[in-house]
């Protein structure tokens, strides 16, 4: 995909070498969407001598100069064809500054999944409309498209870093960041930034490092497709921040339409008083009752993955009492590991562990009951809105019920720091005086020694 103009090819000429160093030695087979003169695409060549690199272009001119450099190139629009590739025969397929030209590229990516071989994977360049400068050209209401950046004339979609993790995830993948093409933001802009970053309650730190990216470097790989189901679920939140609501659990796909019920709950003062307001305001009796952070997105597809994630435990183990995304499991040796999947602020947490797994404690940040099973267990209003997950799963077990993680990504969105505050450090407070005979103990943050100590891991 190129924009056809003179300055393109001045621009072709300069190899992103963010994107380059993600095309791993191993990738024999390099699709370069919109690969331009094929200048990316000559290094990759040089790299390994057989590998083969081919080329979408769908600029006439620009294609012919590629096809003198690369192995094929198509002359197509992406947006309307996909390129007479062999499915699942491609290792590495690039999108460098490309999606952000395009109309869908949710619909260019669920198309070129089937592409990749096993293993496969995407990588990804965008522009970061976060960037300190796009946030003063706004603020000062003067917004000037450029040639190339946030504002490229020829843009036609925008994305921050939740954006892009959004993207992917309802595409089929699970992303992560692995570079970002940064420029240095001044002392005094970032200070300036400070009171509304205040107001916004935003982590600073975090909202500095994403200021200074200019351009995203994204690598993803596909998640396996899974069957549709048709079961309803209740979802139950407690609600202190709307913007971050709205932005996230109310934008998730699977919740614009009516198949499932959403149950907002306001003022209160611990998730078990969100969770039994929450089911006394239903209006259904679904078989699954999910309490679920305001900041969480649910991609496209997640719903049949909770599903399908938890008749799988039940076939595997037996009835089912509590599930999550991301916990803690216990090692065959005894010792405590972290296992699931879910991408949390910047980062991808994954795990090489088969799922589902039994769990000895759950994230807090999406909790499913199977309420066929039984009474919903382990919420208790001493714990705050902390520490739940845990309770929920020790007395799971006690109620000869199973807790799992199950293969069900999501994007956990917060924009509060990451630190352990006085109300969790409370709710840990009140966990250990209930279950100290549990203990040695492991949450996805911290650890109990026999004695109640506690550290983090």
């Avoid at 992406?78 to 025969?89: Q, R, V």
């Avoid at 930034?193 to 351009?215: Q, R, W, Y």
């Avoid at 296992?339 to 799922?355: F, N, Y």
């Avoid at 990504?409 to 005086?433: I, K, R, T, V, Y």
């Amino acid at each position: 995909m190129s924009n056809g103009n003179n300055e393109v090819q001045s621009l072709s000429e300069n190899i992103n070498e963010q994107v380059l160093r993600q095309v791993r030695p191993e990738d024999r087979v390099v699709l370069d969407v919109g690969c331009g003169y094929g200048s990316l695409g000559k290094v990759l060549k040089r790299q390994r001598y057989d590998r083969t690199v081919l080329g979408i272009e769908n600029h006439g001119q620009v294609a012919a100069i590629a096809r003198g450099v690369l192995d094929t190139v198509f002359e197509l629009d992406i947006e309307k064809t996909l390129p007479p590739i062999a499915l699942g025969s491609v290792d590495c397929i690039v999108f460098d500054n490309v999606l952000q030209l395009a109309s869908d590229p949710l619909d260019i990516l669920r198309r070129m999944k089937p592409l990749l071989r096993p293993g496969g994977r995407v990588v990804c360049c965008l522009p970061n409309v976060q960037h300190f400068s796009t946030i003063a050209n706004v603020l000062s209401g003067d917004v000037q498209y450029q040639l190339q950046g946030a504002f490229d004339q020829s843009q036609k979609r925008f994305f921050g870093a939740a954006n892009i993790q959004k993207l992917f995830l309802d595409a089929g993948f699970l992303p992560g960041f692995t570079d970002a093409i940064r420029t240095q933001m001044s002392e005094e802009l970032a200070m300036a930034f400070m009171p509304l970053v205040e107001h916004l309650g935003l982590n600073p730190s975090a909202f500095i490092d994403k200021t200074t990216i200019s351009h995203h470097i994204c690598v993803a790989s596909p998640i396996p497709e899974i069957a549709t189901t048709s079961d309803a679920i209740t979802f139950i939140v407690a609600v202190s921040n709307e913007r971050q609501l709205e932005n996230n659990l109310l934008a998730s796909p699977i919740l614009q339409n009516d198949r499932h019920e959403i149950v907002p709950v306001i003022g209160t003062s611990s998730a078990a008083e969100a969770l039994y307001n929450g089911l006394s305001q239903s209006a259904r009796k679904n078989k699954l009752v999910v309490v679920v952070h305001e900041d969480v997105y649910l991609p496209a597809g997640w719903d049949d993955r909770l599903i399908s994630g938890i008749a799988e435990a039940e076939r595997r183990f037996g009835p089912v009492g509590v599930a999550g995304v991301f916990g803690v499991t216990r090692s065959q040796f005894g010792s405590f590991e972290r296992a699931g999947k879910i991408v949390d602020r910047g980062s991808l947490l994954t795990t090489g562990h088969q799922l589902p797994i039994c769990a000895t404690s759950l994230d807090e940040v999406v909790i499913a009951f199977p309420v066929q099973n039984g009474s919903i267990v382990g919420f208790d209003e001493t714990l705050g809105f902390d520490m739940y997950g845990s309770e929920a799963c020790l007395a799971a077990w006690e109620a000869d019920q199973f807790a799992v993680v199950v293969d069900a990504p999501c994007f956990h969105n917060s924009q509060a720091g990451s630190d352990l505050g006085e109300d969790f450090q409370q709710s840990a407070f009140a966990f250990a005086a209930k279950r100290l005979d549990a203990f040695p103990y492991a949450t996805t943050c911290i650890e109990f020694a026999g004695d109640g100590q506690v550290r983090t891991w």
